[in-house]
């Protein structure tokens, strides 16, 4: 039946229309902080994300940027509407970044929304959220796991108004540059997110001058539709109740590990996702603000799913989440939340593991834990601040039928490594090593992705060191019989001999010119018996490096001679263990 608001009914290829059109301006906006942003962390590792949002303030598009980061901005935008729903007025541009006032994330992830409005009147949003590369705080980059309340981690911004009916609010801009060691790269990508507004601006008024009031209504059914697709799919899968716990391996030099319980449940065309019996909150900065972790359940769930369902708002309606306040999945002020991304990645392989009993061909076994947060910070003779923050990415666990992916992002990102090149001549450190590490992906019937190693020499008198990396202690799990991948490794070498720094220290190091510190990731986890997997899959790793020799017959059960598969011996290596 015609929707009475139409003039005409729903039309297939009109949604359809839309549908792209609304995605390409959320693509586009993507592609403005792309080539217009200052920081390394934005330009070259893409950490930020893009969306338009109907004048409900749903999301109705995304950009192809973030999936972990695109789940949060439902939560922002119930603040946004809350707070200036109805104040807004054209030219008027908001920003914050505050987990306890505003659904921020962490410090550093600064959101911009503009509200569109078309003849006066509001008709959506255009959203963006970019991770800045340093906020103030006790540490360069701002994601120090040693502050152990938020007041220590930088700049609060609540949600406030960054233009006001089209003027610039000039205090705050110099509040945020009195408050970065890099306000030419915190200002500058600031303007590619206001830049990146105004395209999606242009993206939404072009499509309502196109479609007129008939826009909306195409805007509400993508939500339906999403909905009922969500719905659809997750009938397709079996019934039950399954729990699984991962842990994070905690911080500082006598770490206590961290647990994720998690309790999924599949019940008709709904999702029931609780996290009761998490870890409380802990005194680091560790701690998950909950939109996050809404995210990773988003993404996880829709990962499973099959069908061309819209990427919007629509689509997490089914998907029922309880995450515990005063926990590390939804922590209260004052915890400290600078690295909360371990947690936030964590709860994606929880959630995998709990899956995979009920639907074992759809899940991963577990990756590296989510990229490795590595921030540098020093000043130069003149005293001039330099710094960076590497955001390294990555290894997959292997899957039913396939092995683990290495030299990508994370499921929950789209992130990408610095180039060498750009990060030597941005600051003075040189990359010694970078590449991938044989026998570290989990063996199994499908293998796991290899561990990457990324090593770094000091070229200045002193250099600051925090990072956050995870999956020493606990390493990432196969699935189905597959082994663990290998954990990870922190090392620092100097004149003073070599050293093993924890995998989230809580305080941050002072190396000197000519140390150096290597970082090697976790591999991600293997699939099924190891001893199942096909031998000459296992031959080709060992021709391509990936996998020694001594590993095939040891792990695999594949004896390997003069680069082939000796039949005899593998059978009966096989049959003997």
């Given amino acids: 039946m015609a929707d009475p608001s139409l003039r ?59 999936a972990v980061q695109l789940g949060t901005f439902p939560t922002v935008m ?37 509200p569109i409005f078309v003849a006066g009147e509001l008709e959506g949003y255009a959203a963006t959220m970019a991770h800045h590369s340093d906020v103030g705080g006790i540490a360069p980059g701002s994601v120090a796991v040693h502050a152990t309340e938020i007041y220590q981690e930088g700049l ?52 309502l001058e196109r479609y007129g009031p008939d826009a909306h209504v195409y805007m509400d059914e993508l939500q339906r539709v999403a909905e009922k697709m969500m719905r659809a799919e997750l009938a397709k899968l079996p019934d039950g109740v399954h729990t699984f716990t991962d842990y994070i391996d905690g911080v500082g030099e006598h770490p206590t590990p961290i647990p994720i319980c998690v309790r999924v449940e599949i019940a008709g065309d709904e999702v029931l996702i609780s996290f009761e019996g998490t870890s409380p909150q802990i005194d680091a900065s560790v701690n998950c603000p909950v939109g996050m972790v809404r995210a990773a359940c988003y993404c996880a769930i829709r990962g499973i799913v099959g069908g061309e369902i819209p990427n919007c708002e629509g689509y997490m309606t089914p998907i029922r989440i309880d995450a515990p306040a005063g926990t590390v999945v939804n922590p209260v002020l004052p915890a400290a939340c600078g690295a909360r991304g371990v947690i936030g990645y964590r709860v994606y392989d929880a959630l995998m593991g709990a899956l995979a009993p009920l639907i074992p061909d759809r899940v991963l076994a577990a ?42 992002s994370n499921p929950l990102a789209n992130l990408g490594n610095q180039p060498v090149e750009l990060l030597e001549a941005d600051i003075p450190i040189e990359v010694v090593q970078y590449g991938l590490v044989p026998d570290s992906g989990g063996p199994g019937r499908q293998r796991g992705g290899l561990a990457y190693v990324r090593s770094f020499r000091v070229r200045t008198p002193r250099v600051t060191l925090t990072i956050r990396t995870d999956r020493r202690d606990h390493p990432p799990y196969g699935l189905e019989g597959g082994h663990h991948g290998a954990p990870s490794s922190n090392v620092v070498e100097s004149a003073a001999g070599s050293r093993e720094l924890p995998t989230m220290p809580m305080e941050a190091s002072h190396l000197v010119e000519g140390d150096r510190f290597t970082h090697v990731a976790a591999g ?54």
């Avoid at 009109?14 to 059109?21: C, D, F, Q, S």
């Avoid at 403005?32 to 999301?59: E, K």
């Avoid at 910070?377 to 039928?401: I, K, N, S």
Wanted: glycine share 12%.
């Fill in 8 to 66: 005409s009914p729903i039309d297939p290829i009109t949604l359809e229309v839309i549908k792209n059109a609304l995605a390409s301006t959320a693509d586009e906006m993507a592609l403005v902080i792309m080539r217009s942003a200052y920081s390394p962390v934005v330009r070259d590792t893409m950490d930020y994300s893009t969306a338009l949002c109907d004048r409900n303030g749903r999301v109705v598009a995304q950009g192809l940027t973030l």
């Fill in 524 to 577: 991600g986890g293997g699939f099924g018996p190891p001893f199942e997997r096909d031998p000459q899959a296992v031959l080709d790793d060992v021709l391509d490096e990936k996998v020694s020799a001594a590993a095939a017959r040891e792990k695999y059960g594949v004896v390997i001679d003069d680069g082939r598969v000796d039949a005899g011996a593998t059978a009966a290596v096989r049959s003997a263990g």
């Fill in 367 to 408: 990756g590296e834990g989510g990229p490795t947060l590595i921030a540098f910070g020093g000043y130069d003779e003149e005293r001039r601040p330099f710094g960076t923050t590497e955001v390294l990415v990555g290894t997959w666990g292997a899957r039913a039928t396939r092995d683990g992916l290495e030299g990508v």
């Fill in 156 to 207: 609060r911004i609540p949600l406030s108004k960054l233009h006001d009916a089209g003027v610039e609010n000039t205090t705050l801009l110099r509040l945020i540059e009195a408050n970065t060691r890099q306000p030419i790269h915190v200002l500058g990508d600031l303007r590619a997110q206001l830049a990146a507004c105004r395209v999606g601006e242009r993206g939404l008024t072009a499509l």
């Fill in 78 to 114: 119930a603040y946004v509407l809350e707070e200036f729903g109805s104040t807004a007025k054209p030219g008027d541009v908001y920003i914050a970044n505050d987990p306890y006032g505003c659904g921020g994330q962490h410090l550093p992830d600064l959101y911009v929304i503009q």
